[in-house]
């Protein structure tokens, strides 16, 4: 037999040709010379031959005169009158001449064909065949010690008041009722309120389920929903945070130079442009902010004492407002308002039509500063109608509530006016002189989207949980407390200005036809700075909550190290302060200041909160459903249905706000996901979403229960077989990537692995064996499960595995299992028993088995290759064959290589046919391959597969005799005088042993395939006469000394068996073949013989020895074994 490289390279094992006392004896084999035969047609008369005999480690020589019989004469094969024990119990005793091409040529096979049919005889009908706990070492309730430990005071009801009292209350309010109307107003208000009150109780659920360390909110969610979500989400809300505090900045800004002192604007008048007011708002704001960061580098008390003077100016403010309200029920002459008609104007000193007067200078203006002297040169509307003052403040006595209650949504550029007369709200391309003009185009979900950031300040104080002395009773008192607090507030300050204030003065935003005066300072009591001075105040105290809780969001996030590259933002200083993330958090609050208007960066938050509070609802929505055994929180006022109520709210908002940003959002948070699940470092946190994916995997296995898997939805589901070296390290790790190259990141994936021992004695060894695959998993990025078994019998253990392995339907379908490098140098069955008794075993379990041969050659997942793929479809499987290199090549590896199919045909065949019904049954399929039908012609059994096959049967009885005279168990005596005898054949063994491969060269002739992958040894020069006279006396000389040993004399009466001559006669021709056509490939798949029904040494190691030949001179062998069910259909 051939020692093919291929064995060298990957089973480095030297076999030792002498024995010791502590290791059996290993026989060489003797010389043998074959029997004496006529030849054939094709078969030369006289050929001196040398081979390679790879069994034990050894080598034998074969010299002379081979006259071969003619096969079309019948044969009984036999030993001493028996039939060899290689041979089949009922060897076929019919001519040649009368058998058919498949029964000559395909004998291998003969076997599969009883149950896999040919693909002759089936092709023209296969176009239509239907086919957890954390761990030690890390610990989630580790708190990060504080450094100011705050109440439920100081550390979150007025980090929540301050928040949601803060630019919105006091600059926005006024015109959302006035633009929305009172019963719209009522109806934003209540519905952004009872979407915060539902998240506010979700989230004290969520918060008395355990410690809550730093970084509160992000917390609860990650470990609620896994690190993923958790991330996601968490860096939403940082970022909405983050930009909340510009938010608040530019308010600040706004109050500053629109409301307290209009001088300060370096640009000029902003009443006239409103850019001039933007670029006011960027240059103060950029100045207060790091003014804002200095002062939270200097720590959180300082800014929790910050905090009470500023709650102090906000609940000062409040009550000043409503004081302001009922002193003035019945209205106030203080503010005047100036009308042309319908039309708001600003403020004019003289509000009349008088010649001269402000307005007439105004409307009645001409060029070089001049004005008309007749009405009738001044603007149209000027002319047309009429100017009045009107009280700005009305008072609640006056009736007015029930005139405000309708909305006045307005597009960008029309007129604030008293009527919806178009005449009188549109401009008609005119001059609108010093009307009030709409800057924003307004509607329900607009003025929804603006104000739902005032209501984004519940989670002010969760995130500074890691300052609070108990989080878990702190935060739902104080952010339930200040969400109710809130809330009555709005709601009830929105109806008393929709009582009090005229219509016309609620809807003009920056105040301009009272001076530029404030609206809610205008009625405030005992007089308008104090509402001015409270809520700057306030909205500064606002962005310094903002400001303090991002860079400790942030560090929570960084800590947890899901986000490899924020890891850096994790160290604090000296004091304990998040200085990096606090920077960050500055150059990310600037790019929010650099947009200058607060109407377009209320949406934006919107849709960052919305997401976030969404998703803390769900949260726990799933750890009530599920009943989580870990889901015990203190807070018991809490209902599943009140969280999808509340996320029902968030996602409605969302889309109602603006359905593009809300699906922008979505987008970021899936990319973060992505992010977090590819390059964030793994976490078990116990989760919901852990949960939930149990719960679902259970429905799933109780469906796929129901039945076997549609032909449509097979794919292979793969238990991988990995032998273990002495260091419990899976031997052949190619296995795993060539796993992962199949199924392209898609289905079930098992490593297996079956330790020899006893599970009490071995537990040690199965936890490093476990440990060891999934780190070769992890290596091969190949997503999956892995487990080992102990067994006392390595075969028992795999056959366990294999009909245990899985859970419900979600089983494994198919096995890969490598090839047994060393069986020829072990003279040991156990070397290929296992191997067989594997492949019995998947047969038996209706599983589809894979047996890649020349592994450590596959290519491995970060190299590409081009080429081909070749199919060598002898029977029909089920169409595996074809399924698997499509699957390869969804791969990046075996993405450039190309497919061929080639199928056998023989000459009753009509080749032409086949080749036209298999392109017609892969067009159906979309499969895009190359055909090909290879014609194996009728051809006499040639001398080179009767010396194979007669060497293979000797090698066979010698290891049988091995193994008897081990049962025998020989005495030490015996076995001595046999290892003498081995030991006096060596040395002319070892001369003859280069003479043996001139069987191989005939047969595969040197410069035929100089091309090919073929690995065979050197040749050696030709041998002349006198070295042919010498190795002819050293036969002689050697078969004198076999004599000697009554053991091997039967060898020499050995005649091979008709059924293993054809059976290699099937081996020898195919792999002619496949050589030839596919010597250059990058990959040959071809169907796998079945194995011998009989467990008979002898039977099993010929099949072992026919599947070598089958291979021989391929680098990269993938041989199939189907499941015995159909894989692949035409149909959709």
Same mark, same amino acid.
């Given at each position: 037999?051939?020692?093919?490289?291929?064995?060298?390279?990957? /089973?480095?094992?030297?076999?030792?040709?002498?024995?010791?006392?502590?290791?059996?004896?290993?026989?060489?084999?003797?010389?043998?010379?074959?029997?004496?035969?006529?030849?054939?047609?094709?078969?030369?008369?006289?050929?001196?031959?040398?081979?390679?005999?790879?069994?034990?480690?050894?080598?034998?020589?074969?010299?002379?005169?081979?006259?071969?019989?003619?096969?079309?004469?019948?044969?009984?094969?036999?030993?001493?009158?028996?039939?060899?024990?290689?041979?089949?119990?009922?060897?076929?005793?019919?001519?040649?001449?009368?058998? &058919?091409?498949?029964?000559?040529?395909?004998?291998?096979?003969?076997?599969?064909?009883?149950?896999?049919?040919?693909?002759?005889?089936?092709?023209?009908?296969?176009?239509?065949?239907?086919?957890?706990?954390?761990?030690?070492?890390?610990?989630?309730?580790?708190?990060?010690?504080?450094?100011?430990?705050?109440?439920?005071?100081?550390?979150?009801?007025?980090?929540?008041?301050q928040n949601i009292f803060g630019v919105i209350l006091f600059i926005r309010m006024p015109w959302i009722v006035g633009t929305a109307g009172g019963a719209f107003a009522f109806t934003i208000v209540l519905m952004c309120c009872c979407t915060t009150f539902l998240t506010g109780i979700s989230m004290s659920a969520i918060a008395t389920n355990g410690v809550v360390p730093a970084g509160g909110s992000y917390f609860m969610i990650s470990r609620s929903l896994g690190p993923e979500f958790g991330g996601a989400v968490g860096i939403l809300f940082y970022t909405a945070t983050t930009v909340a505090a510009a938010m608040?900045?530019?308010?600040?800004?706004?109050?500053?130079?629109?409301?307290?002192?209009?001088?300060?604007?370096?640009?000029?008048?902003?009443?006239?442009?409103?850019?001039?007011?933007?670029?006011?708002?960027?240059?103060?704001?950029?100045?207060?902010? @790091?003014?804002?960061?200095?002062?939270?580098?200097?720590?959180?008390?300082?800014?929790?004492?910050?905090?009470?003077?500023?709650?102090?100016?906000?609940?000062?403010?409040?009550?000043?407002?409503?004081?302001?309200?009922?002193?003035?029920?019945?209205?106030?002459?203080?503010?005047?308002?100036?009308?042309?008609?319908?039309?708001?104007?600003?403020?004019?000193?003289?509000?009349?039509?008088?010649?001269?007067?402000?307005?007439?200078?105004?409307?009645?203006?001409?060029?070089?500063?001049?004005?008309?002297?007749?009405?009738?040169?001044?603007?149209?509307?000027?002319?047309?109608?009429?100017?009045?003052?009107?009280?700005?403040?009305?008072?609640?006595? &006056?009736?007015?509530?029930?005139?405000?209650?309708?909305?006045?949504?307005?597009?960008?550029?029309?007129?604030?006016?008293?009527?919806?007369?178009?005449?009188?709200?549109?401009?008609?391309?005119?001059?609108?002189?010093?009307?009030?003009?709409?800057?924003?185009?307004?509607?329900?979900?607009?003025?929804?989207?603006?104000?739902?950031?005032?209501?984004?300040?519940?989670?002010?104080?969760?995130?500074?949980?890691?300052?609070?002395?108990?989080?878990?009773?702190?935060?739902?008192?104080?952010?339930?407390?200040?969400?109710?607090?809130?809330?009555?507030?709005?709601?009830?300050?929105?109806?008393?200005?929709?009582?009090?204030?005229?219509?016309?003065?609620?809807r003009d935003k920056f105040g301009y036809s009272v001076g530029g005066k404030l609206a809610i300072a205008a009625i405030s009591w005992p007089n308008e700075w104090v509402i001015l001075v409270g809520s700057l105040l306030s909205t500064i105290g606002a962005g310094l909550q903002s400001l303090t809780g991002a860079p400790r969001l942030m560090q929570a996030i960084s800590k947890d190290g899901i986000i490899p590259f924020l890891v850096p933002f994790a160290k604090s200083s000296a004091r304990g302060e998040p200085l990096r993330a606090l920077l960050m958090t500055g150059c990310i609050c600037q790019f929010g200041?650099?947009?200058?208007?607060?109407?377009?960066?209320?949406?934006?938050?919107?849709?960052?909160?919305?997401?976030?509070?969404?998703?803390?609802?769900?949260?726990?929505?799933?750890?009530?459903?599920?009943?989580?055994?870990?889901?015990?929180?203190?807070?018991?006022?809490?209902?599943?249905?009140?969280?999808?109520?509340?996320?029902?709210?968030?996602?409605?908002?969302?889309?109602?706000? &603006?359905?593009?940003?809300?699906?922008?959002?979505?987008?970021?948070?899936?990319?973060?996901?992505?992010?977090?699940?590819?390059?964030?470092?793994?976490? /078990?946190?116990?989760?919901?979403?852990?949960?939930?994916?149990?719960?679902?995997?259970?429905?799933?296995?109780?469906?796929?229960?129901?039945?076997?898997?549609?032909?449509?939805?097979?794919?292979?589901?793969?238990?991988?077989?990995?032998? %273990?070296?002495?260091?419990?390290?899976?031997?052949?790790?190619?296995?795993?990537?060539?796993?992962?190259?199949?199924?392209?990141?898609?289905?079930?994936?098992?490593?297996?692995?079956?330790?020899?021992?006893?599970?009490?004695?071995?537990?040690?060894?199965?936890?490093?064996?476990?440990?060891?695959?999934?780190?070769?998993?992890?290596?091969?990025?190949?997503?999956?499960?892995?487990?080992?078994?102990?067994?006392?019998?390595?075969?028992?253990?795999?056959?366990?595995?294999?009909?245990?392995?899985?859970?419900?339907?979600?089983?494994?379908?198919?096995?890969?299992?490598?090839?047994?490098?060393?069986?020829?140098?072990?003279?040991?069955?156990?070397?290929?028993?296992?191997?067989?008794?594997?492949?019995?075993?998947?047969?038996?379990?209706?599983?589809?088995?894979?047996?890649?041969?020349?592994?450590?050659?596959?290519?491995?997942?970060?190299?590409?290759?081009?080429?081909?793929?070749?199919?060598? @479809?002898?029977?029909?499987?089920?169409?595996?064959?074809?399924?698997?290199?499509?699957?390869?090549?969804?791969?990046?590896? @075996?993405?450039?290589?190309?497919?061929?199919?080639?199928?056998?045909?023989?000459?009753?065949?009509?080749?032409?046919?086949?080749?036209?019904?298999?392109?017609?049954?892969?067009?159906?399929?979309?499969?895009?391959?190359?055909?090909?039908?290879?014609?194996?012609?009728?051809?006499?059994?040639?001398?080179?597969?009767?010396?194979?096959?007669?060497?293979?049967?000797?090698?066979?009885?010698?290891?049988?005799?091995?193994?008897?005279?081990?049962?025998?168990?020989?005495?030490?005596?015996?076995?001595?005088?046999?290892?003498?005898?081995?030991?006096?054949?060596?040395? %002319?063994?070892?001369?003859?042993?280069?003479?043996?491969?001139?069987?191989?060269?005939?047969?595969?002739?040197?410069?035929?395939?100089?091309?090919?992958?073929?690995?065979?040894?050197?040749?050696?020069?030709?041998?002349?006469?006198?070295?042919?006279?010498?190795?002819?006396?050293?036969?002689?000389?050697?078969?004198?000394?076999?004599?000697?040993?009554?053991?091997?004399?039967?060898?020499?009466?050995?005649?091979?068996?008709?059924?293993?001559?054809?059976?290699?006669?099937?081996?020898?021709?195919?792999?002619?073949?496949?050589?030839?056509?596919?010597?250059?490939?990058?990959?040959?798949?071809?169907?796998?013989?079945?194995?011998?029904?009989?467990?008979?040494?002898?039977?099993?190691?010929?099949?072992?020895?026919?599947?070598?030949?089958?291979?021989e001179g391929l680098e990269r062998v993938l041989m199939v074994r189907g499941g015995g069910r159909e894989v692949i259909t035409i149909y959709s």
């Amino acid at each position: 037999m051939m020692n093919h490289i291929l064995d060298d390279k990957l /089973e480095a094992e030297s076999v030792p040709l002498t024995t010791s006392a502590s290791s059996p004896p290993v026989i060489t084999p003797p010389v043998i010379t074959p029997p004496t035969v006529t030849p054939s047609n094709n078969a030369s008369p006289a050929i001196s031959r040398r081979y390679v005999f790879g069994a034990l480690g050894g080598s034998c020589s074969v010299d002379g005169v081979a006259n071969f019989t003619d096969w079309s004469s019948p044969i009984t094969p036999t030993m001493n009158g028996q039939p060899p024990d290689g041979a089949d119990d009922k060897p076929f005793m019919v001519d040649m001449k009368e058998m &058919s091409g498949y029964e000559k040529n395909l004998y291998l096979y003969s076997e599969e064909m009883a149950d896999r049919p040919r693909v002759s005889m089936m092709i023209n009908s296969l176009a239509n065949y239907n086919a957890t706990i954390p761990s030690a070492e890390e610990n989630d309730s580790k708190p990060t010690k504080p450094v100011a430990k705050l109440g439920t005071l100081m550390g979150v009801f007025l980090p929540c008041i301050q928040n949601i009292f803060g630019v919105i209350l006091f600059i926005r309010m006024p015109w959302i009722v006035g633009t929305a109307g009172g019963a719209f107003a009522f109806t934003i208000v209540l519905m952004c309120c009872c979407t915060t009150f539902l998240t506010g109780i979700s989230m004290s659920a969520i918060a008395t389920n355990g410690v809550v360390p730093a970084g509160g909110s992000y917390f609860m969610i990650s470990r609620s929903l896994g690190p993923e979500f958790g991330g996601a989400v968490g860096i939403l809300f940082y970022t909405a945070t983050t930009v909340a505090a510009a938010m608040y900045i530019i308010g600040a800004v706004e109050i500053l130079l629109t409301y307290m002192a209009p001088v300060l604007s370096i640009f000029g008048d902003f009443t006239k442009d409103p850019s001039i007011m933007y670029n006011n708002f960027r240059v103060y704001g950029t100045v207060l902010l @790091w003014m804002m960061c200095t002062i939270v580098s200097i720590g959180v008390a300082f800014v929790s004492k910050f905090a009470a003077i500023a709650l102090a100016c906000v609940i000062g403010s409040i009550i000043a407002i409503l004081v302001g309200i009922f002193t003035n029920i019945n209205g106030t002459d203080k503010l005047q308002m100036c009308v042309l008609g319908a039309r708001l104007l600003t403020q004019v000193d003289n509000c009349t039509k008088e010649y001269g007067g402000d307005l007439w200078q105004i409307y009645c203006a001409k060029e070089n500063n001049t004005f008309a002297q007749n009405i009738t040169e001044c603007d149209p509307y000027f002319q047309a109608h009429n100017v009045s003052e009107r009280r700005a403040i009305v008072g609640l006595a &006056s009736g007015a509530f029930t005139s405000n209650l309708g909305s006045h949504f307005m597009e960008q550029g029309q007129i604030v006016s008293d009527t919806d007369n178009p005449d009188d709200y549109e401009s008609l391309n005119n001059p609108t002189y010093n009307q009030i003009v709409i800057d924003i185009t307004t509607s329900f979900t607009v003025l929804v989207g603006i104000f739902f950031p005032s209501c984004t300040g519940i989670m002010a104080g969760s995130n500074r949980s890691g300052d609070l002395a108990d989080a878990q009773k702190s935060i739902p008192i104080g952010t339930l407390a200040a969400i109710v607090t809130t809330s009555f507030v709005y709601l009830s300050y929105l109806l008393l200005f929709a009582g009090s204030y005229d219509l016309l003065l609620m809807r003009d935003k920056f105040g301009y036809s009272v001076g530029g005066k404030l609206a809610i300072a205008a009625i405030s009591w005992p007089n308008e700075w104090v509402i001015l001075v409270g809520s700057l105040l306030s909205t500064i105290g606002a962005g310094l909550q903002s400001l303090t809780g991002a860079p400790r969001l942030m560090q929570a996030i960084s800590k947890d190290g899901i986000i490899p590259f924020l890891v850096p933002f994790a160290k604090s200083s000296a004091r304990g302060e998040p200085l990096r993330a606090l920077l960050m958090t500055g150059c990310i609050c600037q790019f929010g200041i650099l947009i200058g208007n607060l109407d377009y960066i209320a949406p934006i938050l919107s849709m960052f909160f919305l997401m976030c509070y969404g998703f803390v609802n769900l949260a726990c929505a799933l750890q009530t459903l599920l009943r989580t055994p870990n889901w015990r929180p203190r807070f018991k006022y809490y209902h599943w249905s009140l969280s999808f109520v509340g996320l029902s709210l968030c996602i409605t908002v969302m889309f109602m706000t &603006s359905w593009y940003y809300a699906l922008l959002a979505m987008l970021i948070a899936g990319i973060i996901y992505k992010y977090i699940e590819f390059r964030g470092a793994e976490k /078990e946190w116990g989760d919901g979403i852990r949960g939930l994916a149990l719960s679902a995997a259970r429905y799933s296995l109780l469906r796929l229960e129901e039945g076997p898997p549609h032909t449509k939805n097979w794919r292979p589901q793969i238990l991988i077989l990995a032998k %273990l070296t002495k260091d419990l390290v899976p031997k052949y790790k190619k296995l795993f990537t060539f796993a992962s190259q199949l199924k392209a990141g898609k289905g079930l994936t098992i490593g297996v692995s079956v330790i020899d021992g006893e599970y009490s004695k071995s537990y040690g060894e199965s936890h490093a064996a476990k440990q060891s695959l999934r780190r070769a998993m992890n290596e091969e990025k190949v997503k999956g499960f892995v487990d080992t078994l102990i067994a006392k019998n390595i075969t028992e253990g795999i056959s366990h595995i294999i009909q245990t392995c899985g859970l419900g339907g979600m089983k494994p379908n198919t096995v890969i299992l490598g090839w047994p490098y060393g069986w020829r140098h072990s003279p040991d069955e156990r070397s290929w028993r296992v191997f067989l008794d594997t492949v019995r075993n998947v047969s038996a379990a209706k599983m589809a088995l894979l047996v890649p041969k020349g592994i450590n050659f596959y290519p491995d997942s970060m190299s590409k290759v081009s080429g081909t793929i070749d199919i060598w @479809w002898i029977v029909h499987d089920g169409g595996l064959l074809m399924l698997l290199p499509f699957l390869l090549r969804q791969h990046k590896v @075996w993405k450039n290589c190309k497919m061929r199919i080639f199928t056998v045909a023989q000459l009753e065949d009509n080749s032409i046919q086949m080749k036209k019904d298999l392109k017609t049954f892969l067009y159906h399929l979309r499969i895009d391959a190359e055909v090909d039908v290879v014609e194996l012609m009728d051809s006499d059994i040639q001398t080179y597969t009767y010396e194979r096959t007669l060497m293979m049967e000797q090698r066979t009885q010698m290891l049988k005799e091995l193994r008897l005279n081990r049962k025998e168990k020989l005495n030490i005596s015996e076995l001595g005088f046999e290892a003498a005898n081995i030991e006096d054949k060596l040395p %002319l063994i070892e001369s003859n042993s280069l003479r043996v491969q001139a069987i191989v060269d005939h047969h595969h002739p040197t410069g035929e395939h100089s091309a090919s992958k073929v690995r065979f040894k050197e040749d050696e020069p030709a041998l002349d006469s006198d070295a042919e006279a010498e190795m002819s006396g050293a036969s002689e000389d050697t078969e004198k000394k076999t004599s000697k040993n009554e053991s091997f004399k039967k060898l020499l009466t050995i005649k091979p068996d008709e059924a293993n001559v054809r059976r290699m006669h099937t081996a020898v021709k195919l792999n002619e073949v496949i050589v030839n056509k596919s010597h250059n490939a990058q990959l040959v798949i071809i169907n796998l013989p079945g194995p011998p029904k009989t467990s008979r040494p002898e039977s099993e190691s010929n099949y072992m020895e026919f599947l070598e030949v089958l291979t021989e001179g391929l680098e990269r062998v993938l041989m199939v074994r189907g499941g015995g069910r159909e894989v692949i259909t035409i149909y959709s």
